[in-house]
């Protein structure tokens, strides 16, 4: 007899076999695999399926002469796939209903089943946790193969797929999480977090809102809408969310320094800075939001306060041009030629790569009267970037000032 699997707990609608005699014979046959079952059983654990499997051959045997009497000689000879299915599943409704050994190794089996799958999670929990992402989703995979119906799962692999950086594995993952779980208001965070890294922000709204519609208490969910609204430049709309959140988290620094970057980004520098200093107050500990003050004062004409914040930040990062650079130009704008080409002298020493440097350095030369100088530098910056029409024209009006007319032209 060709062997087959025989899976009792999907009951689906199959032809039945149906006489009452056949009926009669399914229920000796339910029986004497009951009795084999259970005498296996006592032997030690094992899968259901395989005890099934061995017993349902031991009665197929058993009641050779009744199944050819009833079915006839083609169906024990040679009997189709269906038809073995078919007999499998009518014995396995009498083994769930009257078999209790039988029931309780499937019992058992699911919890092993679940309890293996959560271990191998947890594993792959700690992996992530770690930051070792490729052996996380080796162990979610383990997880997911032997639970693939656990949202939990999909959408934990889904987040490592994401810090990965494989934006549509992830999304993938957490669609399939939210099918398993349609209410699932975390996957759809994640996926509107996903596609907006894809720049697909109206896709990437549209699940945010739906995370908010499941969860209105996630309050990272309005601030993402406030990102997304953000990059859409839909100020009001970017400015409502982030104020929810804050709302709805008035610990949290990080909303109050997105409100203070979304002023910073609409050149409202006043207003940016009274929402950067009261993220500082609230604990906001990332030195970078220095570099937006000091920009910002800078902006506003505030040059002491502007040299002052720039200073802080290149305290924390002094290997970073950028704050000797931003430094330099609160000095320059103060009209502070000496300090500004000091700094940005240290940041051509630590990154000579930003022609900027160079035009800066060079106006700074011919504001202060250092005409060879200045022409120097606007020579480097016009080589390293030759399509800059402002260099030339600095460097002509430098030309024309010093009488240098056919240069300038």
Aim: proline share 1%; hydrophobic share 35%.
């Amino acid at each position: 007899m060709k062997k087959k699997t025989i899976i009792l707990l999907v009951i689906i609608a199959l032809n039945s076999i149906g006489a009452l005699h056949a009926q009669k014979l399914i229920k000796k046959m339910s029986s004497d695999a009951c009795d084999c079952i259970s005498d296996l059983k006592e032997d030690g654990g094992g899968d259901p399926n395989a005890f099934m499997e061995e017993c349902f051959e031991l009665a197929f045997a058993k009641y050779e002469k009744e199944l050819r009497k009833e079915y006839g000689d083609a169906f024990y000879d040679s009997p189709t796939e269906e038809a073995i299915y078919n007999l499998g599943v009518e014995i396995g409704k009498y083994l769930v209903s009257d078999c209790p050994n039988f029931l309780d190794m499937i019992v058992e089996q699911e919890k092993e089943s679940d309890s293996n799958a959560a271990a191998l999670y947890e594993k792959g929990e700690k992996f992530y946790d770690e930051g070792n992402y490729t052996l996380a989703i080796n162990e979610y995979d383990k997880a997911i193969r032997m639970d693939p119906e656990n949202h939990e799962y999909l959408n934990s692999r889904g987040v490592a797929y994401y810090d990965q950086g494989k934006y549509y594995y992830a999304i993938s993952d957490f669609i399939n999480a939210i099918r398993c779980k349609s209410n699932f208001a975390l996957a759809y965070y994640n996926l509107a977090y996903s596609k907006y890294n894809l720049d697909d922000n109206r896709a990437a709204l549209q699940d945010v809102e739906t995370s908010i519609l499941y969860d209105p208490e996630y309050c990272g969910a309005y601030n993402l809408m406030g990102l997304i609204y953000t990059d859409m430049e839909a100020s009001d709309s970017a400015m409502m969310a982030f104020e929810n959140a804050f709302q709805c988290d008035s610990s949290n620094s990080l909303y109050l320094f997105n409100m203070g970057y979304l002023r910073y980004s609409d050149r409202e520098y006043l207003l940016a800075i009274e929402q950067f200093t009261k993220a500082l107050k609230k604990g906001y500990d990332d030195m970078n939001i220095y570099s937006y003050i000091g920009n910002s004062y800078d902006a506003a004409g505030y040059y002491d306060e502007a040299i002052e914040a720039h200073t802080k930040y290149i305290d924390a990062y002094e290997t970073d041009y950028v704050g000797f650079y931003n430094r330099g130009l609160a000095y320059y704008h103060q009209e502070n030629y000496a300090d500004a080409i000091s700094d940005f002298e240290k940041a051509a020493a630590v990154d000579n790569s930003d022609s900027d440097i160079y035009f800066k350095l060079a106006q700074c030369h011919d504001s202060s009267g250092a005409a060879d100088e200045a022409r120097d530098f606007y020579d480097k910056a016009i080589e390293m970037n030759p399509d800059n029409a402002e260099y030339y024209d600095a460097r002509a009006a430098l030309f024309a000032k010093n009488g240098n007319y056919k240069r300038a032209i």
